[in-house]
Structures are given as C-alpha cells and as structure tokens.
C-alpha cells in the first residue's frame, strides 16, 4: 500500500506557482521523497527527489519539513502543460524496491 | 539520448490467447521494472529484472512473466489473457546506483 496521502484533485491557475502538499507520516529514516508526474496517456515522468534537505531542479523544488513528515512540491510557474497527475511516493533509500505509486493528485492548470 | 521504447506501442488480443510486450531500456541502464496501470487499480508493480536476473515481483499470478537479455532489453509475457489484463504496461529503467526510473510510453494492451 501507499503510505502516502495526497488530495484527489487541485486547481490552479496558468502563470501562478502550484503547490502539491503530500502526507508520509509514517516514512523511516532511510526513506526518500519521490515525485512523479503522468500525463494523460503517457508513461510517468520523473520530477524530483530528497531526504529531508528542500531540492531544487529545472522541473520543480521539493519541501520536507523538519519533521519529514510531510512535504510540498512547488512548479513556480505553471503552465497548461503541467496537467496532470502528481504522484508522491515514499521508497527505501537504495532505490532498489519497487515504486509503490498511490492515487495522486490531478492537478488542472487553467488559463 | 534514447529514452525507454516499447513495442508494441498498441495491442489487441483475445481472451485466451498469450502476448509478449517488449522494453528496451534507456542505454547503459541494468534495471528494468515492469508495471501494469488499469482505471481501478491505478499503477501496479509487476517485476523487476537486473542483470538478467528477477530482483524483485509483484502480486501477480504466475500468468505474468517476464526475462531480461543480456543486452538488458527485457519482455514480458501474459499466458491465457482475460478481460482483465487489459491495462496500459509500463516499462522503467533505471541507472545502476542512481534511484530515480524512468519510463516508457506504455503498451497499451486490449482484451476481448
């Protein structure tokens, strides 16, 4: 099971920052924060992930918080083309298990 | 560089009949995971195979198999197909040391 809770579904609107909030109250100390998105119909796509250090990338940045028992992916400027559904994923640290992928978030940009 | 192919890209068979989907990987990555996505249960893991060899499986019945060649190209085969195998199967593969997968397009499969 996932062990992650995410809303079913967000709004936002083109140009403005969106920010997909995730629960893992349950992660262990050696477990990592993976985002992942999908696009209608197309394989899922990588964003970001960390530890418990707030990332940055091209795509995005990921907040933890302290206490690591939730976290925020944040797209600064969204655009139509960042439709989709938001996957927030909690994994063993070596990458060597499964990704174990819940409902996720439907995020709708709209112009 | 390439990313992750599979083939066939669309697939419709009949109830009973076996099917074969392929993956190649993203070029020098070891790993390949296979998962199947339906409407209701969303995105499952199916296998894992690195170096030719199982690592890790899903809950699956035994009709799910898969291998890996040494090239690392991999496939999967679905015996005796139902109604519901039909699914979009996602293939990922992943960098040996690095965690994040990445995945191909899907195959998207139709039984009836």
């Known amino acids: 099971d996932a062990k992650t809770t995410q809303p079913p579904s967000m709004d936002c609107a083109e140009g403005r920052a969106a920010n997909l909030p995730c629960n893992h109250s349950t992660i262990s100390g050696n477990e990592y924060v993976y985002w992942y998105r999908q696009i209608h119909s197309q394989g899922p796509q990588y964003i970001i992930h960390g530890l418990k250090n707030n990332e940055t990338n091209e795509m995005a940045s990921l907040i933890i918080t302290e206490d690591r028992k939730s976290s925020t992916l944040i797209l600064p400027h969204a655009t139509l083309r960042d439709t989709a559904v938001y996957y927030c994923i909690v994994r063993e640290g070596s990458g060597n298990t499964p990704l174990v992928f819940g409902k996720g978030t439907r995020l709708s940009v709209i112009a | 560089k390439a990313g992750v192919t599979q083939t066939p890209r669309y697939l419709i068979k009949t109830r009973g009949q076996q099917v074969t989907l392929s993956c190649s990987p993203i070029s020098g990555h070891r790993s390949v995971s296979w998962y199947q996505q339906t409407p209701g249960q969303g995105l499952q893991f199916l296998f894992e195979?690195?170096?030719?060899?199982?690592?890790n499986k899903g809950n699956f019945p035994g009709r799910f198999s898969g291998r890996q060649f040494s090239n690392s190209r991999s496939e999967m085969n679905v015996s005796t197909l139902e109604l519901g195998d039909s699914a979009l199967y996602l293939c990922a593969s992943r960098l040996t040391g690095i965690r994040e997968q990445y995945f191909g397009p899907g195959t998207r499969l139709t039984v009836t």
């Open positions: 195979y690195f170096s030719e060899t199982q690592r």
